[in-house]
């Protein structure tokens, strides 16, 4: 059972251009999260998403960044017009259908964006 | 605002050695995870306590929740290199979102 993927794993952009993240969950799993690491701040939530909807996205800031996770297809992090300041971890998580008071979320081996 | 806060940040050990890690919080969970993450990986779930006092073990790891569902610690018993890494504890809070420590970053040297 492969586990979650993440690609790619490495991502160079200059100030001002897109990145594109993109994850796909375990098998069977239809929630996926993402999360933000800078070594100063630790693991940060951004947003978390079922099939077609986001369910929160307050972590995630208002401008540049967006998430969707089509019905088909991986979910995808994007981040317009990116800054210095972007530079980070970026990690994708999926878990099951949430029906149990605690869920295990089960992490990607992340993407490392650096702006140039 | 629910925090845990984990200690000590950093752990420099010789292999053999045998050391603990905390996770405290005011808050009550119903739940805590542990992860350990490895440089340029992912965090990996070690383990989820649930119950008040509930102790597990991993090999030579051992978790343990507080009984008041506020703290947990992880003991590991002679350390060995492989062990090195970045130890992250992690809970729900109240808006369902999953937040974590700042991590325990251990060094196990041979």
């Known amino acids: 059972n492969a586990g979650v993927m993440q690609n790619p794993r490495h991502l160079v952009r200059r100030r001002g251009q897109e990145a594109r993240l993109r994850c796909s969950p375990m098998?069977?799993?239809?929630?996926v999260y993402w999360y933000r690491q800078l070594p100063e701040e630790g693991l940060k939530f951004m947003v978390y998403l079922q099939k077609e909807n986001i369910i929160d996205e307050s972590g995630m800031p208002k401008e540049r960044f967006s998430a969707e996770f089509p019905k088909e297809g991986p979910s995808i992090l994007r981040i317009q017009q990116v800054v210095r300041g972007d530079s980070a971890a970026y990690f994708c998580a999926s878990s099951p259908p949430r029906g149990q008071v605690y869920e295990e979320q089960y992490f990607g081996p992340g993407t490392r964006l650096t702006v140039t | 605002t629910q925090l845990l806060e984990q200690s000590p940040q950093f752990l420099s050990i010789q292999e053999g050695e045998n050391l603990t890690v905390y996770c405290n919080s005011s808050?009550?969970?119903?739940?805590l995870q542990w992860y350990r993450q490895e440089p340029g990986e992912g965090p990996v779930l070690l383990v989820t306590v649930v119950t008040g006092g509930e102790v597990k073990k991993l090999k030579r790891l051992t978790f343990q929740f507080g009984d008041a569902r506020k703290d947990s610690s992880l003991h590991i018993t002679a350390a060995q290199p492989g062990d090195t890494g970045l130890y992250l504890c992690?809970?729900?809070?109240?808006?369902?979102?999953?937040?974590f420590g700042q991590g325990t970053e251990l060094s196990v040297k041979p």
């Open positions: 808050s009550v969970f119903s739940s």
């Open positions: 098998k069977g799993h239809s929630h």
């Open positions: 992690a809970a729900y809070n109240q808006g369902g979102k999953l937040i």
